[in-house]
């Protein structure tokens, strides 16, 4: 009979706020919390952990110390296992960590989530073709906007400025993308669709090329590594959407802060994902 593993822990050393000193110190906030991993998967270099390997370890509980990335690559495929996951901010910009947890603040989960007082939630996400988002998508010429994210997490000053230029070069003169079910925003569509999935829709977001100049321009944005902050069309909730490219080329995406292609033609829905997720935070 397979002994219960407890807790494993996976950690990205090359997320936003991943270096050993602060992995070390996680692993010790753990053990002191009575919760020391079992096991620590590093998945910069080892596979992310299947639903199977932890249903055939019988780990109870996957802590995840990474960015929403790394998050976003790992949920989906753990949808119907029994255990429960609690997420950290180990990334650039957590934002499900943040939906998750109030303060968003590793040692205050930590102590929560020892003290019992962490509650299971199940979490609203938005589904694509060929993929799961649990925090946002952007949708359009302006997700080239991820590529100024890898330099911020180099910290590479040069790679930040000449990727931001190529954001706005993009913005401006790709495909627009057209909201057509149902008909939402500008005729001529936009640069960059925002989709957040909530618990009354998918809170749909319009940004214009000029909106992308703006960020460039005032900097603000980026210097807060906040890329959500320009100026926008608030375009309600909806169940789901159909969204088009203006010349029929595939839309980029995206997903949870890293950067796919889809088809001219994307339907975005509204999903619960199905896995237990640990929150602290109040509501």
């Given at each position: 009979?397979?002994?219960?593993?407890?807790?494993?822990?996976?950690?990205?050393?090359?997320?936003?706020?991943?270096?050993?000193?602060?992995?070390?110190?996680?692993?010790?906030?753990?053990?002191?919390?009575?919760?020391?991993?079992?096991?620590?998967?590093?998945?910069?270099?080892?596979?992310?952990?299947?639903?199977?390997?932890?249903?055939?370890?019988?780990?109870?509980?996957?802590?995840?110390?990474?960015?929403?990335?790394?998050?976003?690559?790992?949920?989906?495929?753990?949808?119907?296992?029994?255990?429960?996951?609690?997420?950290?901010?180990?990334?650039?910009?957590?934002?499900?960590?943040?939906?998750?947890?109030?303060?968003?603040?590793?040692?205050?989960?930590?102590?929560?989530?020892?003290?019992?007082?962490?509650?299971?939630?199940?979490?609203?996400?938005?589904?694509?073709?060929?993929?799961?988002?649990?925090?946002?998508?952007?949708?359009?010429?302006?997700?080239?906007?991820?590529?100024?994210?890898?330099?911020?997490?180099?910290?590479?000053?040069?790679?930040?400025?000449?990727?931001?230029?190529?954001?706005?070069?993009?913005?401006?003169?790709?495909?627009?993308?057209?909201?057509?079910?149902?008909?939402?925003?500008?005729?001529?569509?936009?640069?960059?669709?925002?989709?957040?999935?909530?618990?009354?829709?998918?809170?749909?977001?319009?940004?214009?090329?000029?909106?992308?100049?703006?960020?460039?321009?005032?900097?603000?944005?980026?210097?807060?590594?906040?890329?959500?902050?320009?100026?926008?069309?608030?375009?309600?909730?909806?169940?789901?959407?159909?969204?088009?490219s203006a010349d029929g080329s595939p839309i980029d995406v995206m997903i949870d802060g890293e950067r796919a292609s889809g088809a001219s033609e994307v339907r975005f829905s509204?999903?619960?994902?199905?896995?237990?997720?640990?929150?602290?935070?109040?509501?």
């Amino acid at each position: 009979m397979t002994t219960p593993a407890g807790l494993w822990l996976v950690v990205n050393s090359a997320s936003g706020s991943n270096d050993d000193d602060t992995r070390t110190a996680l692993i010790e906030r753990l053990r002191a919390a009575g919760r020391q991993p079992a096991r620590v998967i590093d998945c910069s270099t080892q596979p992310l952990p299947t639903r199977s390997e932890l249903e055939h370890s019988r780990v109870r509980t996957l802590a995840v110390f990474a960015g929403d990335g790394t998050t976003g690559a790992l949920l989906p495929g753990l949808e119907g296992w029994s255990g429960q996951v609690l997420v950290l901010p180990g990334g650039t910009t957590n934002l499900l960590a943040k939906m998750l947890h109030d303060p968003c603040d590793t040692e205050a989960i930590i102590a929560a989530f020892a003290a019992g007082q962490a509650r299971i939630v199940r979490r609203p996400c938005v589904r694509l073709p060929g993929h799961t988002a649990l925090s946002e998508v952007l949708a359009g010429p302006g997700a080239r906007w991820s590529d100024v994210r890898e330099g911020l997490r180099e910290g590479d000053l040069g790679t930040i400025a000449s990727t931001a230029l190529d954001a706005v070069k993009e913005s401006a003169g790709g495909a627009m993308v057209l909201i057509t079910e149902p008909a939402l925003g500008h005729d001529q569509g936009y640069a960059g669709v925002r989709i957040v999935p909530g618990e009354t829709g998918l809170a749909v977001s319009g940004y214009r090329a000029d909106s992308f100049g703006d960020y460039f321009k005032q900097g603000l944005a980026l210097l807060q590594r906040d890329f959500r902050d320009g100026p926008h069309d608030e375009l309600g909730a909806h169940p789901q959407l159909l969204c088009h490219s203006a010349d029929g080329s595939p839309i980029d995406v995206m997903i949870d802060g890293e950067r796919a292609s889809g088809a001219s033609e994307v339907r975005f829905s509204l999903a619960t994902l199905a896995l237990d997720l640990l929150a602290t935070g109040h509501g």
